[in-house]
């Protein structure tokens, strides 16, 4: 009589060479196994900082292809950070999260950024944050394989004008303006393109063209970013966050590649702000690249279609190599 078979433990033996048990009844079916994972893991709220009492955090979203080799801890891959739109309030990090896991299966690293909303602090404190997100990711890039060479943000509407803010106020060393950081500024910033959603770009002009929005109010999101006040009666507070005052002419300083989508019937922050902002980076000679989203509101499944995706991925595969 055949006794039971010793029990191996699991870590001695390869799946290839671990037995199948054949026991079935008639009427189970059978499906064959695809061993190949279709998303990556997300590492949630990882602190990467504390300013003005508040931990602020990543999501950081694998590719597939790491959790298919989750040994293999020299692979590093092109890494987006996001920052997600909120008003310029505190930020559902959730929102787009789906969306980004789906992204990622492209063979990105995508750390979702949160920034202090204006509750906490008016501006720059969001732009300062998304510098410090990036500083602390290249730190770590070893834990969360990052390749540090190349890195790119993205953000949409009020992450969209936080993304411009980092873009505008420099990203290498001395070009790097110091009011717009919480850390020395010496070393290069590492971010090699940039992607704008329908991020406002001069909040003293949103309201110049149709808006289901006052854009004025001391509590619009505008006012409430500049610390609570009317945007039309503070011109000086509303200068520092105009974008295209930050970008000098290419000759002087070229900034990293940036890339505008903005769809046409925005309700909230009108196509017209993406316009001029175009306008003004390419009369100074700068690399900007543009799309209009015909029939797009602000935000949606239209700016996630595989179209747009593939403007997106094409963008940044040509300039992260």
Sequence with gaps: MNGPRPVVPAAWVALADFPAVELSTPTMRTIDAVDEPRFGVVHL???YAVKDGVARHLQIIMPPRHRARPGTADDRYPTILYVQGSAFHEQDLGLELANLAGFARRGYVIAIVQYRGSE???????AKDAKTAVRWLREHAAEY???????????DSSGGHTTLMTYATGTAGADDDPAYSDEPVTEELGL???????????IGR???????????????????LIGGVRVDEHPELVAPTVVWDHVPPAGERALPPLLVI????????????SV???E???TKGQDVTSYRLAGADHGGPAFWQDEVLDVVDGFLKEHLG
Excluded: W
């Design 45 to 47: 709220d990882v602190e």
């Design 206 to 224: 949103t309201n110049e063209y149709p808006s289901i929005h006052d854009h004025r109010d001391a509590e619009s999101p505008e006012g409430c």
């Design 192 to 202: 090699r393109a940039f992607v704008d959603y329908y991020g406002p770009t001069h």
């Design 120 to 126: 906490i602090a008016p501006f720059p404190a969001q």
């Design 280 to 282: 003004d980076l390419e």
């Design 276 to 278: 001029r902002l175009v």
């Design 145 to 155: 394989h990052v390749d540090s060479g190349r890195m790119a943000m993205r953000g």
């Design 262 to 273: 903005h769809g046409d019937k925005d309700r909230i922050v009108s196509f017209s702000q």
